[in-house]
């Protein structure tokens, strides 16, 4: 670890080889917790590579755990974290509003590090039991329609970092590894990037594989759809960015979309949106990013069409019923 600490201090970058190599002796416990923390605090001082973030991915996907759920056509609605907005679980929310429009969603997720509550705080405060078995997520895919991948359940090295990241608190590379190493390898994916250089090295790896995508990042810095601002989107037809007006909306106060303070807010809001309960920004929010999400899979199909589809999943409360028949 020394000869590599000596190396980011020279600022010096990873091949890609040399990057997975890294990764996989951080699996398996080759640093102790001081070189790791020193590792990741000296490598987020300098923007990552496209070499070093796809090293990083592969040596995650190699050695992480693989449910065999092919059978399905999956999607993933997954943010990197790190954009230090603190808004309410809005991907988790909308991951289950695109399963009560009856599409197989495979949720990605982890514990809030960098924020103060990630999508498996909610899920787990309000009863769900993290499982890495396949016939358990099958079970959820066939009942409500999406299952729930807790990431130190599948990834070893996510597993070895947790407690050092919660120590730091900042966001690091792990923040950018998250959409990009779903264990159940979802055909289609929609991606939220806290800045736009992320945005630009996710479209270059996502051109490189078989995955139909969208990535998606909010021009004043968030990694969702968060009507505050004009957002920009990669995908397999282009860049474009979009502006609130042209969607039909007004720009709301970010104020209106912030999480809670304590994971029991944070789940209360989440409950609030599926039961119907949600303020008219809260829900707009989740239906315009759970829209993109429709939209990766029917690229066809305009963001209206996709928007009311959404909506009616909400509204209808076919999300609350996805997510009560998950937990059952």
Same mark, same amino acid.
């Given at each position: ?10 600022? &010096? ?6 990057? &997975? ?22 490598? *987020? ?17 190699? $050695?992480?755990?693989?449910?065999? #759920?092919? !059978?399905?056509?999956? $999607?993933?609605? *997954? ?40 999508? /498996?705080?909610?899920?787990? @405060?309000? %009863?769900?039991?993290?499982?890495? =078995? ?12 999406? *299952? +729930? ?17 919660? =120590? #730091?608190?900042? &966001? ?11 264990? !159940?390898?979802? &055909? ?5 990037? +806290?800045?736009?250089?992320? !945005? ?18 909010? #021009? ?18 282009? =860049? ?19 999480? %809670? ?26 239906? /315009?990013?759970? !829209? ?15 928007? @009311? ?11 609350? #019923? ?7």
């Amino acid at each position: 670890m020394k000869k590599i600490l000596n190396h980011l201090f020279e600022h &010096k970058t990873f091949t890609k080889d040399e990057s &997975k190599e890294i990764l996989t002796n951080i699996t398996q416990g080759k640093y102790n917790s001081s070189q790791m923390a020193a590792f990741m605090a000296a490598f *987020c001082m300098r923007s990552i590579t496209v070499d070093e973030l796809e090293g990083f991915r592969d040596g995650m996907l190699d $050695i992480c755990l693989k449910p065999d #759920l092919k !059978a399905y056509d999956l $999607i993933d609605l *997954c943010g990197t974290g790190g954009d230090g907005k603190d808004t309410f679980n809005i991907s988790t929310l909308a991951s289950f509003v695109v399963a009560g429009a009856g599409y197989k969603v495979s949720k990605h997720g982890n514990y809030g590090v960098s924020s103060g509550c990630g999508s /498996s705080n909610v899920m787990e @405060y309000l %009863g769900y039991s993290f499982s890495n =078995e396949t016939d358990h997520l099958k079970k959820t895919l066939d009942e409500a329609g999406i *299952c +729930f991948l807790h990431a130190p359940l599948f990834h070893p090295a996510m597993k070895t970092v947790a407690p050092i990241r919660r =120590e #730091l608190g900042v &966001k690091t590379f792990f923040n950018m590894l998250g959409p990009l190493v779903n264990p !159940a390898r979802p &055909k289609y994916q929609m991606v939220g990037v +806290f800045s736009l250089e992320l !945005a630009r090295l996710y479209a270059y790896l996502y051109q490189k594989a078989d995955t139909k995508y969208t990535i998606l990042h909010a #021009l004043e810095g968030y990694d969702e759809i968060s009507l505050t601002c004009d957002f920009k989107t990669f995908s397999t037809s282009g =860049e474009h960015i979009y502006s609130i007006d042209q969607l039909g909306f007004e720009k709301i106060d970010p104020k209106s979309i912030e999480g %809670g303070s304590t994971v029991k807010e944070s789940a209360d809001i989440f409950k609030s949106v599926l039961e119907g309960n949600g303020s008219s920004e809260q829900n707009n929010v989740v239906v /315009s990013n759970a !829209a993109v999400a429709i939209r990766t899979i029917k690229p066809d199909l305009s963001f209206a069409d996709c928007f @009311y589809e959404a909506e009616e999943a909400l509204l209808s409360k076919k999300a609350l #019923l996805s997510f009560k028949k998950m937990l059952s």
